[in-house]
């Protein structure tokens, strides 16, 4: 048996641990290891090649949404050369009646467009007047359309929702999934004043940072999580670690086993950072608050098949937009696709394109038990209608599996981030990270990895304190 000592032993290495990693490494004198269940680096992040394709099999894109990110990119860029999307292909295309219809850009497209109703798009006008909500519980559907129409929930919202968290904005409340709208109403009174006030309000430096560009890299989003591999330094981190338990230790903070091929290794640590998927707390976590560990690790998440879908030569329609998203009000089994080699250079042969689809969603969660032949007539039928193509023979197919792709920030996230709190509380130096708090994006990751990394090293508490 193998035992070492550590200030800080990290468990995941997505994009959380890995940006923690990173920035613990930046503090030369600070000794930790990254515990890492699989075989490879990036969590959900992987960034596949074959043919002439550079795919993506887990997200596709990312946005500028936090100084952190954007920091982070300034700091790396002699290492990773990041990419932000095509900007004459910003357009979002949403299918309504078998018809796609560009999601309006401005408020005159915006009275013209077939996707709203005459009543929303004229009661609109009213937004800035409308009290605002009292219910904190209140659900994203329910406060959009109190605000702004049922129509705008449809054909705006909630396939918005499909494309971010293979969702249902019934489900989502919005203090919690979305906790930025939800002050804008709440300090602002309006989503339209809010946004106009926030345009003319003073903002600080690191502030600007924040673009909400489009981001990926010149090597996909895997170039971005290898990059953070190789600065954080590869001797950090341990691959294949199985059964990892870890125990509170009443002198040295924690006891923390597990498993690399045949040998059972013991760390000791002040610091434990959990950036795992919620359902594998339990697992791991072998403390005494069977309550709140419960509370913590139950959490719904939505599941999504992606396929990648290359055309050596394409000849379909043009491919001039982001991409387009299927409302549920459809009724299809695709709820979106991106156009990949429209937003990014080399992702498809000159002349070819690269399309991910998505199907699934917390709302078809039956479309995981179909076989791959199933999920390639369902594209192979649909698409040629959706993108006017005559024939359906792409050079490259790939079906990616996520049963639980997305956490969906329902009302048990008000008891979820309670009690990840109340277990930091009870067992100082232990931070309970990943995604099932503080925001699904990847920004929202490089921010609260970084804080955590922030945390160890001040051993302050990281998170913002929340109100419940
Ligand atoms: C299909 C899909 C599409 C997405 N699209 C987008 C998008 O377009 N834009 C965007 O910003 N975000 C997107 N997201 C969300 C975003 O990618 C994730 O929220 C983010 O990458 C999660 O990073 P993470 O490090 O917190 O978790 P993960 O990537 O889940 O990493 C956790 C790591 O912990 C490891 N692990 C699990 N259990 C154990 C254990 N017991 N012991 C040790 N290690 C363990 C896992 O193997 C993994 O490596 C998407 C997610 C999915 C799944």
């Keep these: 048996m193998n035992q070492t000592k550590k200030e800080t032993v990290i468990i995941g290495a997505g994009i959380t641990g890995l940006t923690t990693a990173y920035y613990l490494n930046k503090k030369k004198d600070h000794s930790f290891i990254v515990l890492e269940k699989s075989d490879h680096i990036g969590g959900v992040i992987r960034t ?49 009646n078998k018809q796609w219809h560009s999601l309006p850009s401005g408020p005159l497209k915006g009275l013209t467009t077939p996707l ?14 409308r009290k605002p909500g009292s219910n904190p519980d209140e659900s994203l559907a329910e406060l959009v359309v109190r605000r702004m129409g049922k129509s705008f929930l449809d054909y705006a919202i909630d396939p918005f929702i499909l494309g971010v968290y293979a969702g249902d904005p019934a489900y989502l409340i919005t203090k919690y999934a979305f ?37 990926s ?22 691959l294949e670690c199985k059964d990892i338990n870890i125990t509170p230790n009443d002198h040295t903070g924690f006891r923390i086993t597990f498993k690399q091929k045949n040998t059972t290794h013991v760390v000791v640590a002040k610091n434990v950072i959990t950036t795992v998927p919620a359902y594998e707390l339990n697992n791991i976590l072998n403390f005494d608050e069977k309550d709140l560990l419960e509370k913590v690790s139950k959490v719904r998440y939505g599941p999504v098949i992606q396929a990648a879908i290359g055309f050596r030569k394409w000849q ?30 080399n992702r498809a042969p000159l002349g070819g394109a690269l399309l991910s689809v998505f199907l699934g969603g917390i709302r078809n969660p039956d479309v995981l038990e179909k076989s791959d032949a199933e999920i390639i007539a369902i594209i192979k039928e649909m698409l040629p209608s959706l993108l006017k193509t005559e024939s359906f023979n792409p050079d490259l197919i790939k079906i990616m599996r996520y049963k ?59 998170h913002e304190k929340q109100s419940f």
């Excluded at 709203?116 to 007047?129: N, R, T, V």
């Excluded at 890299?217 to 341990?238: I, M, P, R, S, V």
């Excluded at 503080?438 to 090293?457: H, P, T």
């Design 48 to 96: 596949g090649r074959e043919r002439g394709f550079l795919y993506e099999e887990g997200p596709n894109t990312g946005v500028i949404g936090t100084p952190e990110i954007a920091s982070l990119f300034e700091e790396i860029q002699d290492n990773c050369r990041v990419l932000e999307a095509n900007k004459n292909v910003s357009k979002r295309h949403i299918l309504k």
């Design 217 to 238: 890299t010149e090597d996909g989003l895997g170039g971005l999580t290898n990059t953070l591999y190789k600065l954080a330094g590869n001797k950090h981190f341990a």
């Design 179 to 215: 906790p930025k709208l939800y002050n804008l109403e709440q300090n602002y009174g309006s989503f339209i004043g809010g946004a106009i006030k926030k345009n003319f309000e003073k903002k600080q430096e690191h502030d600007k940072k924040v673009t909400r560009k489009v981001f």
């Design 116 to 129: 709203f109703s005459l009543k929303d798009k004229f009661g609109i006008l009213g937004e800035p007047f």
């Design 316 to 345: 379909g329609r043009s491919l001039d937009a982001f991409g387009g998203l299927i409302p549920s009000r459809e009724n299809l089994p695709i709820l979106g696709i991106l156009f990949m080699s429209s937003l990014f250079r």
């Design 404 to 462: 639980n792709a997305i956490p969906q920030y329902g009302l048990d996230s008000k008891d979820r981030f309670y009690a990840t709190e109340k277990l930091s509380e009870c067992y100082p130096g232990l931070h309970i990270g990943g995604n099932l708090r503080d925001g699904i994006g990847m920004a929202d990751r490089v921010k609260q990895g970084k804080y955590l990394a922030d945390s160890v090293n001040s051993k302050k508490n990281i």
